[in-house]
């Protein structure tokens, strides 16, 4: 069989536009229709077509780089700088427009603020479309790496270690400085300062405001690199990292808010992803559905007090453990007389309460009763018989473990992972985000949200198709 061989000196290697470069239905198209749809006032993005003085880039063409550079995991300034000189598509994007990296990392981190809002524009479109109808709705949390050490997590007191240090090693640089400018007093030019004292005033003043944040949270540990990130567990070890939300809407598994917290667990996210998931839709929704992780019954009640239907199992229903006869729930409750009777009839009353937490504390009325009982040893083998606890909110705990319980609910949960693991999926694997690259709360958001944007991005093209995609942000533009 024959060979067919390039030839590198060819004349009509690419034609002479560069809008000939791409066909119609590529996607890096529908990425461009987007951005051209967006409003970028909103954003922030304020375009001047009568702005005098030095030329910049046009913040639309950088905005539509890093856009989809995420959604295809080029993310460093190095690596998009590098694409924009030999990727056919990043070329056409950017219509022959070749910034370097500086440029490109300074957009990044001057716009930062208004980068966060890309998604929340992003899921409105799809409402427009309607894409999103926000009656179901799904929160999930995931951790991902901060651009920090964990070892560079410390508590107050190493701080103020650190900084009575920095002091004393400041006074003896300051005295180091004064020595040579006056043995050097009768030379022509003075001794400047030295660039250890810099460094070292630079150190002092970040710590300083490390330590008056302790003083503004209840925080035990401050990352010094990152001070926003926390030190969380994962499947990869403990690492400095973040605990990224997202709330997906149940029609097209789109993602209508997420953001990146620094509570190293879910138990006070359900309200609050929930309710900003609701002024995106500019609506309630009807049901909201969580794993385990987020069993808060304080919390839960915050939105199922709106007529929301919450769809949260317990701790104990998520791990599926086998009945107990003689466990919690084989003991029957009485509201009137504030007290439980065992599975034999026999009852615990109140023995005492912890006014700290508001639990309160049951037990037999007679410890011979449970000694005498057959089943003592299996229910119980305390010497003073049987004892029970009782949640504050022991009452919505029930409530939201027979919710959960109901068929209705369980058709509901059973489309829980499809829905939250893949945009994490796609977002981990896909666009290789295994660390952020951006230090900082507002720096993450603006990653987080662009992200979250590729995803739907991504998304909307499967379900329209290109061409389709294109014509329904044309339709958004009208």
């Known amino acids: 069989m024959a060979y067919r061989y390039g030839n590198r000196c060819q004349m009509t290697l690419l034609p002479q536009s560069i809008e000939d470069y791409i066909p119609e239905d590529d996607p890096v198209r529908a990425y461009d229709a987007f951005v051209e749809a967006i409003n970028l006032n909103q954003l922030g993005l304020k375009i001047n077509p009568y702005k005098v003085g030095n030329s910049e880039y046009d913040p639309k063409a950088m905005l539509k780089l890093f856009v989809y550079g995420y959604s295809y995991g080029v993310k460093s300034s190095r690596k998009l700088e590098r694409a924009i000189y030999h990727n056919l598509s990043f070329i056409w994007l950017m219509g022959g427009l070749k910034p370097d990296h500086k440029t490109i990392a300074e957009f990044r ?28 709705l799904f929160v999930d949390g995931t951790k991902i790496r901060a651009n920090a050490s964990a070892a560079r997590t410390h508590d107050k007191a190493w701080y103020e270690k650190q900084l009575k240090q920095i002091d004393q090693h400041i006074e003896s640089l300051l005295e180091e400085c004064e020595a040579i400018d006056q043995h050097e007093a009768h030379m022509d030019s003075c001794v400047e300062m030295d660039k250890k004292l810099t460094q070292a005033k630079k150190l002092k003043e970040s710590i300083t405001e490390i330590l008056s944040e302790f003083q503004e949270t209840e925080r035990q540990k401050i990352n010094q690199t990152d001070p926003d ?32 917290v620094n509570d190293t667990n879910d138990i006070n996210q359900f309200a609050s992803q929930v309710e900003r998931a609701h002024d995106v839709l500019d609506k309630q929704s009807h049901v ?104 504050r909110n022991e009452t919505l705990v029930e409530k939201f473990e027979c919710q959960y319980a109901q068929e209705a609910s369980q058709k509901i949960y059973a489309k829980r992972k499809a829905r939250v693991e893949h945009p994490f999926g796609h977002i981990k694997k896909n666009l290789q985000t295994d660390a952020f690259l951006m230090r900082g709360n507002d720096g993450v958001q603006a990653e987080t949200s662009l992200l979250a944007t590729c995803f739907n991005i991504t998304r909307m093209i499967s379900i329209l198709g290109v061409v389709g995609f294109i014509g329904k942000m044309s339709a958004v533009m009208a």
């Open 109 to 136: 981190r001057k716009n930062k603020g208004n980068l966060k809002k890309i998604l929340k524009q992003c899921a409105r479109m799809c409402i427009k479309l309607n894409l999103i109808a926000g009656n179901t």
């Open 229 to 260: 990130c926390a030190n969380m567990r994962s499947i990869q070890g403990k690492h400095a990292s973040y605990n990224v939300q997202s709330v997906v809407d149940d029609e097209n598994g789109l993602i209508l808010h997420a953001e990146a």
């Open 288 to 391: 909201a559905c969580a794993d385990a992780g987020y069993t808060n019954a304080d919390e839960l009640e915050k939105i199922n007090a709106q007529g929301i239907k919450v769809i949260v199992p317990s701790r104990r229903q998520a791990h599926r453990k086998a009945s107990d006869p003689f466990d919690k729930q084989a003991f029957t409750f009485n509201k009137d007389h504030d007290c439980y009777y065992c599975p034999e009839g026999h009852q615990l009353t109140l023995s005492s309460i912890d006014k700290k937490k508001g639990d309160r504390y049951y037990q037999i009325t007679d410890k011979q009763i449970c000694h005498k009982c057959p089943h003592y040893g299996s229910c119980t083998t305390g010497k003073c018989g049987r004892r029970l606890f009782r949640m």
